[in-house]
């Protein structure tokens, strides 16, 4: 079986922003901003990747099944 590349350090502070409750409307993105330096919509659309990624549903499966839940319920 071959190996499997992980995830990066920008993928591993995705799914770690991820984990986080926020209180305040915005406080998620100001934080994606500062944190990450990267758009909200660049965040979200990996974050969506991740979701679909293998190497992300074997280090976080958690995370991943509850993300997926949002995902299709349309959250």
């Known amino acids: 079986m071959g190996r ?5 350090p ?8 991820e984990k986080r409750t926020w209180k305040y409307p915005g406080s998620k993105e100001r934080a994606v901003r ?7 919509t ?15 549903v074997s280090e976080e499966p958690e995370l991943i099944r509850r993300l997926r839940a949002q995902r299709d319920r349309g959250e």
């Open 10 to 17: 920008e993928e591993r502070a995705i799914l770690d922003l």
């Open 42 to 56: 660049q965040y979200y659309m990996r974050v969506n990747a991740l979701i679909d990624d293998p190497r992300a």
């Open 34 to 40: 500062r944190e990450l330096g990267i758009p909200a």
């Open 4 to 8: 499997v590349n992980p995830l990066t």
